[in-house]
């Protein structure tokens, strides 16, 4: 059972280059997140999708794209990268569960991006 | 909107001392409150969390958390730390049944042999 998976787990990207990366997730869970987390400021959402062909934005949107056409998949877009997007990003999923795992995040080992 | 503070980025306590890290929450409805921890290198994993049953709450590894609403406080503690518990702690709220997890910033623990 694989769990989340992320690929790749190292980018470097010249300014304006665009890439995607790429989360997949075995568990069925309906909720999908995209974090990035840079040094002294924890997490910050980016988007999430609250199950297929619904996606929404986070505390820090810009500059990313997603979309989400199956259960299993939620590929996290930048169009045209820039040095402020140089950070370690995580994938995150949450199933509709109740009591002990209501709300449990699970996470993906993270994608580590460098943008010069 | 709901938000987190955690107080200290950095925590340094000699092996067998008392951990405490601490954490405090803003929300307009009743919270989810959870600690994760991040080892090198790696993807955040959960410790414990509050949903409103018991104020006290157990996780792994010895660690455990008291809810205090008077003070919107869900602060760490471990009565006695091991060098195995170094990492980054993560204070997170989310809304009962909701999607949106937010997250503190962070706060590295240093355990001194």
Known sequence: NAGVTQTPKFQVLKTGQSMT??????????YMSWYRQDPGMGLRLIHYSVGAGITD??????????SRSTTEDFPLRLLSAAPSQTSVYFC???????????NVLTFGAGSRLTVL | AQSVTQLGSHVSVSE?????L???????????????????NQGLQLLLKYTS??????????????????ETSFHLTK?????????????????????KTIFGAGTRLFVKA
């Open chain 1, 21 to 30: 990366l790429q989360c997949a997730q075995d568990m069925n869970h309906e």
């Open chain 1, 57 to 66: 934005q986070g505390e820090v949107p810009n500059g990313y794209n997603v």
């Open chain 1, 92 to 102: 995150a999923t949450q199933g509709r569960g109740q009591g002990t795992g209501a």
């Open chain 2, 22 to 40: 601490r954490c405090n929450y803003s929300s307009s409805v009743p919270p989810y409150l959870f600690w994760y921890v991040q080892y090198p």
């Open chain 2, 53 to 70: 049953a018991a104020t006290l709450v157990k996780g792994i590894n010895g660690f455990e958390a008291e809810f205090k609403k008077s």
């Open chain 2, 79 to 99: 009565p006695s730390a091991h060098m195995s518990d170094a990492a980054e702690y993560f204070c997170a709220v989310s809304e009962a049944g909701g999607f």
């Open chain 2, 16 to 20: 067998g001392a008392l951990v405490l």
